[in-house]
C-alpha cells in the first residue's frame, strides 16, 4: 500500500469515529437506532398497509423491511452528505485535505450501519420459510451494492457542492426524497403499478435495484436483463455529480 493510499485510509477511520461520535454521543440505545428507526417505520406500513388496507401481498412484512433498510441507508447517505461540508469548515479550508474524504466518510459509516441490518433481514427470511437461491446471492449482492454505492454517492456529490452555494437547497431536498420513496417500490409492490405507466417508473434506478435487493431476501432469483441499465445509469450519475463537486470545489471555502 503507498503512503498516500495509508493517509487516506486513516482519515476516513477518523471522520467514521467522528461521525459515531457525535451521532451517538448521549443516546441511551446507541448504534442499535440504525435497526429500531427501519424496523419500526416498516411495521407502520405493515400494520396500514398490510392489515387496514389488506394488501394481499405474500411475506409482506419482510418486504417491506428489505426495501426500507436499503432505502434508510440510500436516504441518509444523501441528506447527511449534505450537511457535512458545512459542519466540516476547518478541514475545507486546509488546502492539502482531499474534500472528497468527507462524502466517502459518511458513505462508510452509513454502510456500517446497512451491513448490520443484514442478519436481520437473513432472520426474518428464515421465519417465513423463504430458501435463497445460492448461486445467485453473489452476483445479484454485487451489482446491488455497486449501484447503490454509484447512485448515492453521485447524487451525495452534487448535493454536498450544491448546497453550500443554494442554503434553500437543503429544505428542498427533503421534499425530492419524500418524492422519490413514493416512486420507488419501498412499501409499494410494482405489480400494483399499472402497465401503461410501468416503462416510466422503471426509469428510476432504484426500482431495479430494490428488485434486485429483494432477488436476495425476498423473491430469491435471476434477473440479470436489469443489470446493464442500473450499472450504466448509476455510473453516469457518480461521473455527474463527481464532475459537479469538482467544478465547484474551488470556492468551497469562500462560500463557508
Not at 20 to 34: E, R
Not at 116 to 133: A, D, E, H, R
Amino acid at each position: 500500500m503507498t503512503r498516500a493510499f495509508i493517509l487516506k485510509r486513516d482519515q476516513i477511520l477518523v471522520l467514521i469515529a467522528k461521525d459515531f461520535k457525535l451521532k451517538y454521543n448521549s443516546t441511551a440505545l446507541g448504534f442499535a437506532w440504525s435497526l429500531i428507526v427501519p424496523i419500526f417505520t416498516s411495521l407502520i406500513y405493515y400494520l396500514v398497509l398490510g392489515m387496514f388496507i389488506r394488501w394481499n401481498i405474500p411475506n409482506y412484512l419482510l418486504y417491506l423491511v428489505a426495501g426500507n433498510f436499503m432505502w434508510h441507508f440510500f436516504s441518509n447517505v444523501i441528506t447527511m452528505n449534505g450537511r457535512t461540508l458545512r459542519s466540516n469548515a476547518v478541514l475545507l479550508k486546509k488546502t492539502s485535505f482531499d474534500r472528497r474524504l468527507l462524502i466517502w466518510g459518511t458513505f462508510f459509516t452509513e454502510s456500517m450501519h446497512f451491513l448490520l441490518t443484514i442478519p436481520v433481514l437473513i432472520g426474518i427470511m428464515f421465519l417465513y420459510g423463504v430458501t435463497p437461491q445460492w448461486t445467485t446471492i453473489v452476483p445479484n449482492l454485487i451489482v446491488t451494492f455497486y449501484s447503490l454505492t454509484m447512485l448515492s454517492m453521485g447524487v451525495s456529490y452534487a448535493y454536498a457542492a450544491a448546497n453550500l452555494y443554494f442554503r434553500d437547497l437543503e429544505r428542498i431536498i427533503s421534499v425530492i426524497m419524500m418524492t422519490w420513496l413514493f416512486l420507488s417500490p419501498v412499501f409499494i409492490p410494482i405489480s400494483r403499478i399499472p402497465e401503461n405507466i410501468l416503462p416510466y417508473y422503471k426509469l428510476n434506478p432504484m426500482v431495479d435495484i430494490l428488485c434486485t435487493w429483494r432477488n436476495i431476501f425476498y423473491e430469491p432469483g435471476f434477473h440479470p436483463e436489469r443489470f446493464l441499465y442500473i450499472t450504466l445509469t448509476s455510473t453516469v450519475v457518480f461521473i455527474l455529480g463527481r464532475w459537479l463537486f469538482r467544478k465547484l470545489e474551488p470556492r468551497f471555502a469562500e462560500m463557508m
